[in-house]
């Protein structure tokens, strides 16, 4: 049995250069974290109308048949949903999965392409506000992957472009 690996690299601290910022701006250190401390970031959606979202610039290799989780530790802001893909270097072949941190919900999964396979995906409640969000997958074995993190507006659920509002989540 292979154990899990986390593809979300220094999901901690998305101020970091292992994460890139489209149409969104990470302030860090800047709430309480799931533990009690003051070294959780916000994540701020741009008013301009865009994708939002802060994805990692690693290029992650998998191996075929190994076991991945894609986690992260979210606070509902004023975007409640949020989508974790999971994308090949082209970004042509992915797997998504959408979740509701007002209704701390999985809203909806899906997959475009081939490669990954989609093994399950939880929204768990940590207390104050803060939900661990969870994708697993099997890899398929390619290299130049990367785990995307979308702000999603609770009017358009089903895409991805939308005019930001230039508040936090």
Request: glycine letters at 12%.
């Given at each position: 049995?292979?154990a899990?690996?986390?593809?979300?690299?220094?999901?901690?601290?998305?101020?970091?250069?292992?994460?890139?910022?489209?149409?969104?701006?990470?302030?860090?250190?800047?709430t309480?974290?799931?533990?009690?401390?003051?070294?959780?970031?916000?994540?701020?959606?741009?008013a301009?109308?865009?994708?939002?979202?802060?994805?990692?610039?690693?290029?992650?290799?998998?191996t075929?048949?190994?076991?991945?989780?894609?986690?992260?530790?979210?606070?509902?802001?004023?975007?409640?949903?949020?989508?974790?893909?999971?994308?090949?270097?082209?970004?042509?072949?992915?797997?998504?999965?959408?979740?509701?941190?007002?209704?701390?919900?999985?809203?909806?999964?899906?997959?475009?392409?081939?490669?990954?396979?989609?093994?399950?995906?939880?929204?768990?409640?940590?207390?104050n506000?803060?939900?661990?969000?969870?994708?697993?997958?099997?890899?398929?074995?390619?290299?130049?992957?990367?785990?995307?993190?979308?702000?999603?507006?609770?009017?358009?659920?089903?895409?991805?472009?939308?005019?930001?509002?230039?508040?936090?989540?």
């Amino acid at each position: 049995v292979v154990a899990e690996q986390n593809l979300a690299l220094q999901s901690q601290d998305f101020t970091q250069s292992a994460w890139t910022k489209l149409a969104t701006t990470v302030t860090g250190n800047s709430t309480t974290a799931p533990d009690g401390t003051s070294t959780a970031g916000t994540i701020t959606t741009t008013a301009a109308t865009n994708y939002h979202a802060t994805y990692s610039a690693a290029n992650i290799s998998t191996t075929a048949g190994s076991a991945y989780t894609a986690s992260v530790y979210l606070k509902t802001g004023t975007n409640n949903y949020v989508s974790v893909n999971v994308a090949d270097s082209a970004g042509s072949n992915f797997f998504a999965a959408t979740f509701d941190t007002t209704g701390a919900t999985v809203t909806k999964t899906g997959a475009n392409g081939s490669g990954w396979a989609y093994t399950s995906s939880s929204i768990t409640s940590v207390g104050n506000g803060w939900y661990l969000l969870s994708v697993q997958l099997v890899g398929a074995g390619t290299s130049g992957s990367s785990i995307a993190l979308y702000l999603m507006n609770a009017a358009n659920t089903g895409g991805l472009t939308y005019t930001g509002n230039g508040t936090g989540n």
